[in-house]
Structure formats: C-alpha cells, structure tokens
C-alpha cells in the first residue's frame, strides 16, 4: 500500500466518523481538573462532621424508637384506667339502682322526680352494658324490672308522693 491508498483510507475514515458524529452526535465530554481537586479537598474536609451528624441522626432515631415504645406503653396504661373507671362508674349506678329498689321494697315513697331520675340512671347503665359486653350484669336485673314494674303502677294509680 502506497500514501495515496492510506490517505484515500484515512479520509474514508474520516468521513465515516464525521458521519457518525452527526447522526449519533457524541456529546463532549468535560473534565475539569479542580472541579474535582476541590470536591475531594471538601469531602476531607467535612468527613468528621459528616460522620458526626450521622451518629446525632442514628442516636435522635434511637430516642424516637424510645419514645413511640413510652407513647405505647402510656397508651396502654390510659387505657386500662378508663376501662376501670368507666367500670367504677357503672358499679356506682348499679349501687344507686339497687338502694332504690331497697327502698321500694321496704315501702318507702318516692316522687315521680326520683323515679324519672332513677329511670335515667337505668338507661345509662342499660347502655354502658350493651356497649360493653364482658361486664357483668346478672347483680341488678331484677331490681330493675321491679322499679319498672313500681313505676308503671304508680303511675297508673296517680298514687307518687
């Protein structure tokens, strides 16, 4: 092969790469040398406070952790003394139930007021043990249904104190 034939071959080359270059058109690539002397002066630079600030990040987590597990256990805790007091509340509306049906049974009067505000009592008790079932209610039925029983009577006598 003689210069002519390799210079025919170098510009066929060369015209076979400016081709490609238009159709595909290859992006230049930059480097820039101190972009990355200081990017890495700067990472030397801020990795103890990097490492710093990772450690405050893994230690405020661990707080969280702790303090969603104290928010639990309140939880609970507030949970459990509503249920008894809600409990203490209903044992006190039984109690007042039956000491008037205690009354009753020993014959003393009453107006219609306190029946009208025993009546209320009964309905709120009714409703605190359909809407919680695991208490027990088996202590005050019957005493419910003799003031009932009293009232509807009175009532149709017109006989109240």
Request: with cysteine.
């Amino acid at each position: 092969m003689n210069t002519q034939d390799i210079l025919a071959v170098a510009g066929l080359v060369a015209a076979g790469l400016l081709a490609a270059a238009k159709i595909f058109q290859v992006k230049k690539i930059e480097i820039n040398p101190w972009k990355t002397i200081v990017q890495a002066i700067a990472r030397a630079l801020t990795a103890e406070l990097s490492e710093k600030m990772e450690a405050a990040q893994k230690s405020q987590d661990e707080k969280w952790s702790e303090v969603k597990q104290y928010q639990e256990e309140t939880r609970c805790l507030l949970d459990k003394h509503i249920r008894m007091d809600d409990e203490r509340n209903a044992d006190l509306l039984r109690s007042r139930i039956l000491r008037f049906n205690n009354e009753l049974v020993r014959s003393i009067d009453h107006t219609q007021e306190d029946f009208d505000e025993i009546l209320g009592i009964i309905d709120a008790y009714r409703t605190y043990c359909r809407t919680h079932e695991e208490y027990k209610n088996n202590k005050c039925t019957h005493a419910i249904a003799n003031i009932e029983r009293c009232y509807d009577d009175r009532l149709e006598k017109h006989d109240f104190l």
